[in-house]
């Protein structure tokens, strides 16, 4: 059983930075692949970032690459997503969520295993 619990949101104006945290508990989290979805009011829950268990390959969708960052710390037990550049858009609740297949090419919430409750991110025009 593997927990995770987001943290970081709030409110941000358009152009600005947050940083998501996740952090996991349970057993064998550091062999999975980890993964971050977002869900905006009336909209189904999209893939955003995956990560694999070492953190050295990445996966985005098209709507944030090149803004956001995702990144692990196995010691520290946290997933990380680095937002820039945000966007009225990117308004939603972030969810984190973890994997048991390990593939960062993961990109259905039916693929992953494990996911924490949310955390709100605001972006003000």
């Known amino acids: 059983q593997v927990q995770l619990v987001e943290s970081g949101g709030g409110l941000v104006q358009a152009g600005g930075s947050l940083r998501l945290s996740c952090e996991a508990s349970?057993?064998?989290?550091?062999?999975?692949?980890m993964g971050w979805f977002r869900q905006a009011p009336g909209k189904e829950r999209e893939f955003v970032a995956s990560?694999?268990?070492?953190?050295?390959?990445?996966s985005y969708a098209g709507s944030v690459k090149g803004r956001f960052t995702m990144s692990r710390d196995n010691a520290k037990n946290t997933v990380y997503l680095q937002m820039n550049s945000l966007k009225p858009e990117d308004t939603a609740v972030y969810y984190c969520?973890?994997?048991?297949?390990?593939?960062?090419?993961?990109?259905?919430?039916?693929?992953?295993?494990?996911w924490g409750p949310g955390t709100q991110v605001t972006v003000s025009s």
């Open positions: 969520a973890a994997n048991r297949g390990g593939s960062i090419f993961a990109t259905r919430t039916s693929e992953y295993d494990y």
């Open positions: 349970g057993r064998a989290w550091s062999t999975y692949a």
């Open positions: 990560i694999a268990w070492s953190g050295y390959s990445t």
